[in-house]
C-alpha cells in the first residue's frame, strides 16, 4: 500500500466501506512481502473419510516432516562449542524419558476414575429397559467435589467411554456457555450434529449442523428431506438422528459445573428433555461440588419427579495428584529428578490455586525440557550404550569443576585426608570422566535407598503426612525418623507384631505405584531381624496372659506412669511415678528398643544436593516454571515499557531509560506520560505533550506531522487500552481513566 489516504483515490474507494484501514506513512516501502500476501483459502470441515483419503495420499509428506522434527537436535552450548553429537543425544535422551512417563500418567488417569466410568455407564446402559422409570429421564448425580479444575478430565474420560458403551451423542455444557435457553439448546444441538459428521456418519445435512453462537438465528438443514429448522430447535435434532444409518437416538447431556446454572434455565432445560423423550432419548449428568440433597433444592418439585437418578461418587483429585506424583516423579522410571523447592512450589500451587492435573503434568514436563535444553552435563542421563565417555569434551570437565556439589566433594575429600583423591579430581581430567560415569551407579543406588525408606515408612500407616510431603522433605534434608520412633514406642504388645508383618509385606511385595520390586534377596538379614522381634514380643505377650497380666507395658507406655496424691498441711500435692514393671514388660521394653535401633539403621536417605553430580540429572530451578506457570504480566508490560531496548535491541533507545525520548516507541512514551497523571487523564492533553515532543517544532529533529504523529497517537493509546492500563472513562467523555493493575 502505497502512499497516504489523499494521494491514493483509487484506495479511498476500496477501502470506503471499512471501519478501519491501514496507514502506511510517506516514505515507507510500499510493497512489503506481508501487503502483497494474497488473501488465505477458506478452510472447510471435511469428514474423517475424506481426511483418511487425503492423509493416504501424502504419507510421503507427513513422514518427512516427522523425519526433520525428530532429526533436529538442541542447539550447541558451551557458546557453540558443544559438538553436534552431544547436543544430538541430548535430545535423544530427551525424546526417550518423556513418552516413558507419559505413558505411565496415561494409564494412571484412565485407572483413576474406571470404577466410577464403569458404574455410570452401566446405569446409563440399564436405564433404558429399566420398567420402573417411565418417561422420567435417567439422570447421573456424581459428586466431584469442591475442585473445579478435576473435572475436565473426568467429563473427557465420561465422554470416551459413554460413546463406546451406549453409542451416544454425548454433549458438555458450563455455565459460561449456556447462559440461556437458547444458547443452551444451540450447543446441545450443533455438538450432538457435529460428533456424527466428524464420525462420517454424515447425514444430508450441513456439516456445520449446529447454527452459530451469534444472537442471529440460523436455518439449518437436517435429514433427507432437506426442510430446514432453526439451529435451537429438537425438531431438527431429532430429524438428523431419524436421518442416520444407525438406530440410536440418545443424546447424554452433562452439566459440568450444574451448581453454576441458573435454577429456571435447569428447569426449562428438563422440561424440554422430558417432552421430547419418547422420540429423542435424552439423558443427563450433573457434576455436583457439594451434596445431591442441596442440588435438589434448587430445583422444582415437578421438575425432580421427571427424573430417574443415581448417585456416584469419584475419586478425588488429591489422591489422583498422589499416583501421578508416584508415578511420573518419585518412580524408579523417572529419568530426571525433580528438586524439593520446585516440587514444593508444584503442590502449593495445585493446593493453593486449585489447579488441574493437566497443569501439573505440563509442569513436569516443562522441567524436562528445561533441563534437557540447556543443561549440556544432561548428556550424562544416557544409557552405556549410547558412549557418553567420548563424547564428554573439555568444556563438560571444566563445567563440572565449577559445580557447587564438586566442591563439596573435593572439601570432604580433603577433610577426610584422601588427599590423592582431590588433586586429582581437580588436575586429572581422565580421572574426573571416571568419577562422573561412577556416579551412575551411586545414583542409582542413592534412588533405590530412598525409594525403599519412604515404601517402609508409608507401610507402617503411623505417619501423619501425605507421600508427595515426605518425599520433598527427604530430598531436601533427608529421612527424619523421631516422630515415628517415639509413636512405635508408645505402642502396645499387640499393636507392634502388626506393624512388624506390614514391614515384611512391604519389603517382600515393594510398591507397583513406584515400579519398585521387592527385595527380599537383599534384606535377609533385616527379615531375619524382624521376625525375631515378632516371635519375641508375641511370646513375652502370651508368658503375660497365662500370669494373669491384662496386657504389657513398657517404659514408654502411658500404662507405665502413674499419679500419686499427697495431702500435707491441708495442701494437696500431685506427683508423677513410675509403676512397677514385671520381667515381661522389661524384656518387652528392650525389644522395642531393638526394632527403634533396626528401623534407624535401614530407613534412611541423605538431603539430594549432598550427591557429588547431582546437578546433572537433578532439576530444581524455580524460575523458569515461575514465569512460564505463574505469569505477571503487569510486571512485564512495564519492564517493556519503560526499558524498550532490552527487547528491540536498537540503538536510538539505549540511552532513553525511565526516560522520555522522541525516539523512543509512541506507546513507551505515551506511558511515560501517564504515569505522570492521575486517575483520570484528559485524552487532549495527553495528545498535546506527546505532539509537543514528536512534532515538527520540537526539538528532538523527528518532525512528525501532524497527521502522522495523530495516527500513531491512537494506536499508541489503542495499545495501552488493549494491554489493561487504560479505559473509556463514564464520568466525563473526553477523559480516559487508569487501571490499576494487580501485579
Same mark, same amino acid.
Given at each position: 500500500?502505497?502512499?497516504?489516504?489523499? =494521494?491514493?483515490?483509487?484506495?479511498?474507494?476500496?477501502?470506503?466501506?471499512?471501519?478501519?484501514?491501514?496507514?502506511? $506513512?510517506?516514505?515507507?516501502?510500499?510493497?512489503? $512481502?506481508?501487503?502483497?500476501?494474497?488473501?488465505?483459502?477458506?478452510?472447510?470441515?471435511?469428514?474423517?473419510?475424506?481426511?483418511?483419503?487425503?492423509?493416504?495420499?501424502? $504419507?510421503?509428506?507427513?513422514?518427512?516432516?516427522?523425519?526433520?522434527?525428530?532429526?533436529?537436535?538442541?542447539?550447541?552450548?558451551?557458546?557453540?562449542?558443544?559438538?553436534?553429537?552431544?547436543?544430538?543425544?541430548?535430545?535423544?535422551?530427551?525424546?526417550?524419558?518423556?513418552?516413558?512417563?507419559?505413558?505411565?500418567?496415561?494409564?494412571?488417569?484412565?485407572?483413576?476414575?474406571?470404577?466410577?466410568?464403569?458404574?455410570?455407564?452401566?446405569?446409563?446402559?440399564?436405564?433404558?429397559?429399566?420398567?420402573?422409570?417411565?418417561?422420567?429421564?435417567?439422570?447421573?448425580?456424581?459428586?466431584?467435589?469442591?475442585?473445579?479444575?478435576?473435572?475436565?478430565?473426568?467429563?473427557?474420560?465420561?465422554?470416551?467411554?459413554?460413546?463406546?458403551?451406549?453409542?451416544?451423542?454425548?454433549?458438555?455444557?458450563?455455565?459460561?456457555?449456556?447462559?440461556?435457553?437458547?444458547?443452551?439448546?444451540?450447543?446441545?444441538?450443533? =455438538?450432538?450434529?457435529?460428533?456424527?459428521?466428524?464420525?462420517?456418519?454424515?447425514?444430508?445435512?450441513?456439516?456445520?449442523?449446529?447454527?452459530?453462537?451469534?444472537?442471529?438465528?440460523?436455518?439449518?438443514?437436517?435429514?433427507?428431506?432437506?426442510?430446514?429448522?432453526?439451529?435451537?430447535?429438537?425438531?431438527?435434532?431429532?430429524?438428523?438422528?431419524?436421518?442416520?444409518?444407525?438406530?440410536?437416538?440418545?443424546?447424554?447431556?452433562?452439566?459440568?459445573?450444574?451448581?453454576?446454572?441458573?435454577?429456571?434455565?435447569?428447569?426449562?432445560?428438563?422440561?424440554?428433555?422430558?417432552?421430547?423423550?419418547?422420540?429423542?432419548?435424552?439423558?443427563?449428568?450433573?457434576?455436583?461440588?457439594?451434596?445431591?440433597?442441596?442440588?435438589?433444592?434448587?430445583?422444582?418439585?415437578?421438575?425432580?419427579?421427571?427424573?430417574?437418578?443415581?448417585?456416584?461418587?469419584?475419586?478425588?483429585?488429591?489422591?489422583?495428584?498422589?499416583?501421578?506424583?508416584?508415578?511420573?516423579?518419585?518412580?524408579?522410571?523417572?529419568?530426571?529428578?525433580?528438586?524439593?523447592?520446585?516440587?514444593?512450589?508444584?503442590?502449593?500451587?495445585?493446593?493453593?490455586?486449585?489447579?488441574?492435573?493437566?497443569?501439573?503434568?505440563?509442569?513436569?514436563?516443562?522441567?524436562?525440557?528445561?533441563?534437557?535444553?540447556?543443561?549440556?552435563?544432561?548428556?550424562?542421563?544416557?544409557?552405556?550404550?549410547?558412549?557418553?565417555?567420548?563424547?564428554?569434551?573439555?568444556?563438560?570437565?571444566?563445567?563440572?569443576?565449577?559445580? =557447587?556439589?564438586?566442591?563439596?566433594?573435593?572439601?570432604?575429600?580433603?577433610?577426610?585426608?584422601?588427599?590423592?583423591?582431590?588433586?586429582?579430581?581437580?588436575? =586429572?581430567?581422565?580421572?574426573?570422566?571416571?568419577?562422573?560415569?561412577?556416579?551412575?551407579?551411586?545414583?542409582?543406588?542413592?534412588?533405590?535407598?530412598?525409594?525403599?525408606?519412604?515404601?517402609?515408612?508409608?507401610?507402617?500407616?503411623?505417619?501423619?503426612?501425605?507421600?508427595?510431603?515426605?518425599?520433598?522433605?527427604?530430598?531436601?534434608?533427608?529421612?527424619?525418623?523421631?516422630?515415628?520412633?517415639?509413636?512405635?514406642?508408645?505402642?502396645?504388645?499387640?499393636?507392634?507384631?502388626?506393624?512388624?508383618?506390614?514391614?515384611?509385606?512391604?519389603?517382600?511385595?515393594?510398591?507397583?505405584?513406584?515400579?519398585?520390586?521387592?527385595?527380599?534377596?537383599?534384606?535377609?538379614?533385616?527379615?531375619?531381624?524382624?521376625?525375631?522381634?515378632?516371635?519375641?514380643?508375641?511370646?513375652?505377650?502370651?508368658?503375660?496372659?497365662?500370669?494373669?497380666?491384662?496386657?504389657?507395658?513398657?517404659?514408654?507406655?502411658?500404662?507405665?506412669?502413674?499419679?500419686?496424691?499427697?495431702?500435707?498441711?491441708?495442701?494437696?500435692?500431685?506427683?508423677?511415678?513410675?509403676?512397677?514393671?514385671?520381667?515381661?514388660?522389661?524384656?518387652?521394653?528392650?525389644?522395642?528398643?531393638?526394632?527403634?535401633?533396626?528401623?534407624?539403621?535401614?530407613?534412611?536417605?541423605?538431603?539430594?544436593?549432598?550427591?557429588?553430580?547431582?546437578?546433572?540429572?537433578?532439576?530444581?530451578?524455580?524460575?523458569?516454571?515461575?514465569?512460564?506457570?505463574?505469569?505477571?504480566?503487569?510486571?512485564?508490560?512495564?519492564?517493556?515499557?519503560?526499558?524498550?531496548?532490552?527487547?528491540?535491541?536498537?540503538?536510538?533507545?539505549?540511552?532513553?531509560?525511565?526516560?522520555?525520548?522522541?525516539?523512543? $516507541?509512541?506507546?513507551?512514551?505515551?506511558?511515560?506520560?501517564?504515569?505522570?497523571?492521575?486517575?483520570?487523564?484528559?485524552?487532549?492533553?495527553?495528545?498535546?505533550?506527546?505532539?509537543?515532543?514528536?512534532?515538527?517544532?520540537?526539538?528532538?529533529?523527528?518532525?512528525?506531522?501532524?497527521?502522522?504523529?495523530?495516527?500513531?497517537?491512537?494506536?499508541?493509546?489503542?495499545?495501552?487500552?488493549?494491554?489493561?492500563?487504560?479505559?473509556?472513562?463514564?464520568?466525563?467523555?473526553?477523559?480516559?481513566?487508569?487501571?490499576?493493575?494487580?501485579?
Amino acid at each position: 500500500m502505497a502512499g497516504t489516504h489523499d =494521494d491514493n483515490p483509487a484506495l479511498f474507494e476500496e477501502d470506503d466501506h471499512r471501519g478501519v484501514y491501514i496507514f502506511t $506513512p510517506a516514505g515507507h516501502n510500499a510493497s512489503s $512481502p506481508l501487503q502483497e500476501k494474497a488473501r488465505p483459502v477458506k478452510r472447510r470441515r471435511v469428514s474423517s473419510k475424506r481426511a483418511s483419503a487425503a492423509a493416504e495420499v501424502a $504419507p510421503d509428506t507427513e513422514g518427512a516432516t516427522h523425519a526433520t522434527t525428530t532429526a533436529a537436535a538442541f542447539p550447541q552450548l558451551f557458546g557453540g562449542k558443544e559438538s553436534a553429537e552431544a547436543a544430538g543425544l541430548r535430545r535423544q535422551v530427551f525424546d526417550t524419558a518423556w513418552p516413558v512417563l507419559d505413558g505411565r500418567i496415561k494409564n494412571v488417569l484412565r485407572e483413576a476414575n474406571r470404577t466410577t466410568l464403569e458404574d455410570v455407564s452401566s446405569f446409563i446402559r440399564d436405564a433404558e429397559g429399566d420398567a420402573t422409570r417411565g418417561t422420567r429421564i435417567p439422570a447421573g448425580f456424581i459428586i466431584t467435589g469442591p475442585n473445579i479444575a478435576s473435572q475436565d478430565l473426568l467429563f473427557e474420560q465420561l465422554s470416551e467411554a459413554l460413546g463406546k458403551a451406549t453409542q451416544a451423542r454425548f454433549v458438555r455444557l458450563r455455565a459460561a456457555g449456556a447462559p440461556n435457553l437458547k444458547a443452551a439448546l444451540k450447543k446441545v444441538i450443533r =455438538d450432538a450434529t457435529a460428533q456424527v459428521s466428524l464420525d462420517g456418519g454424515g447425514g444430508d445435512g450441513d456439516d456445520d449442523g449446529g447454527g452459530g453462537d451469534g444472537d442471529e438465528d440460523a436455518e439449518v438443514a437436517f435429514g433427507r428431506d432437506g426442510r430446514k429448522y432453526l439451529d435451537y430447535d429438537l425438531e431438527g435434532l431429532h430429524a438428523f438422528l431419524g436421518a442416520q444409518q444407525d438406530s440410536s437416538r440418545r443424546v447424554i447431556v452433562a452439566f459440568e459445573d450444574s451448581e453454576a446454572f441458573e435454577s429456571s434455565l435447569l428447569t426449562d432445560l428438563l422440561a424440554l428433555f422430558h417432552s421430547w423423550q419418547g422420540r429423542i432419548q435424552f439423558s443427563v449428568l450433573f457434576g455436583i461440588a457439594t451434596s445431591v440433597e442441596l442440588f435438589q433444592a434448587r430445583l422444582l418439585k415437578s421438575t425432580a419427579r421427571q427424573l430417574f437418578g443415581a448417585k456416584f461418587d469419584v475419586v478425588q483429585a488429591d489422591l489422583v495428584l498422589d499416583n501421578v506424583f508416584k508415578s511420573a516423579i518419585a518412580g524408579t522410571q523417572a529419568t530426571l529428578r525433580l528438586g524439593p523447592t520446585l516440587l514444593r512450589s508444584l503442590l502449593d500451587r495445585q493446593r493453593d490455586q486449585v489447579a488441574g492435573i493437566r497443569v501439573f503434568i505440563s509442569s513436569i514436563k516443562y522441567a524436562y525440557m528445561c533441563h534437557f535444553y540447556a543443561n549440556p552435563l544432561s548428556v550424562l542421563l544416557a544409557d552405556e550404550k549410547s558412549h557418553t565417555r567420548q563424547l564428554l569434551q573439555p568444556e563438560h570437565i571444566q563445567a563440572v569443576r565449577t559445580l =557447587d556439589s564438586f566442591k563439596a566433594h573435593v572439601e570432604a575429600a580433603v577433610d577426610a585426608r584422601q588427599l590423592n583423591h582431590a588433586q586429582s579430581l581437580v588436575e =586429572d581430567d581422565s580421572y574426573l570422566v571416571k568419577q562422573m560415569v561412577e556416579q551412575r551407579q551411586k545414583k542409582q543406588d542413592y534412588l533405590m535407598q530412598l525409594l525403599r525408606s519412604l515404601h517402609l515408612l508409608t507401610s507402617m500407616d503411623i505417619v501423619s503426612g501425605r507421600f508427595t510431603d515426605l518425599y520433598v522433605a527427604a530430598l531436601a534434608g533427608g529421612l527424619d525418623l523421631t516422630p515415628t520412633i517415639d509413636a512405635i514406642k508408645r505402642l502396645g504388645a499387640d499393636d507392634v507384631p502388626a506393624l512388624i508383618n506390614r514391614l515384611l509385606t512391604a519389603i517382600q511385595t515393594g510398591s507397583p505405584d513406584l515400579d519398585l520390586p521387592g527385595w527380599e534377596d537383599e534384606a535377609e538379614e533385616l527379615i531375619s531381624s524382624l521376625s525375631e522381634i515378632r516371635d519375641e514380643i508375641e511370646a513375652l505377650a502370651e508368658q503375660a496372659r497365662e500370669k494373669g497380666q491384662q496386657a504389657l507395658k513398657s517404659k514408654f507406655t502411658a500404662q507405665s506412669k502413674v499419679l500419686r496424691t499427697t495431702v500435707v498441711a491441708q495442701k494437696v500435692q500431685l506427683s508423677q511415678d513410675t509403676a512397677k514393671l514385671t520381667d515381661e514388660d522389661k524384656a518387652f521394653g528392650k525389644a522395642i528398643d531393638s526394632l527403634a535401633d533396626l528401623l534407624t539403621h535401614n530407613i534412611y536417605s541423605d538431603p539430594i544436593d549432598s550427591l557429588f553430580l547431582h546437578e546433572a540429572w537433578a532439576y530444581d530451578a524455580e524460575a523458569p516454571y515461575r514465569d512460564v506457570f505463574v505469569p505477571r504480566p503487569g510486571t512485564t508490560f512495564e519492564r517493556a515499557l519503560t526499558r524498550p531496548h532490552g527487547y528491540l535491541g536498537c540503538e536510538c533507545c539505549s540511552k532513553a531509560v525511565g526516560t522520555l525520548s522522541a525516539t523512543l $516507541p509512541t506507546t513507551c512514551i505515551l506511558y511515560q506520560l501517564y504515569l505522570e497523571t492521575g486517575s483520570l487523564v484528559n485524552a487532549a492533553d495527553l495528545w498535546s505533550a506527546y505532539y509537543a515532543l514528536v512534532g515538527e517544532e520540537s526539538d528532538a529533529g523527528l518532525g512528525l506531522s501532524e497527521r502522522e504523529a495523530l495516527v500513531r497517537f491512537y494506536r499508541g493509546l489503542a495499545e495501552l487500552r488493549l494491554m489493561g492500563f487504560v479505559k473509556q472513562s463514564k464520568k466525563k467523555a473526553d477523559h480516559v481513566a487508569k487501571v490499576k493493575w494487580l501485579l
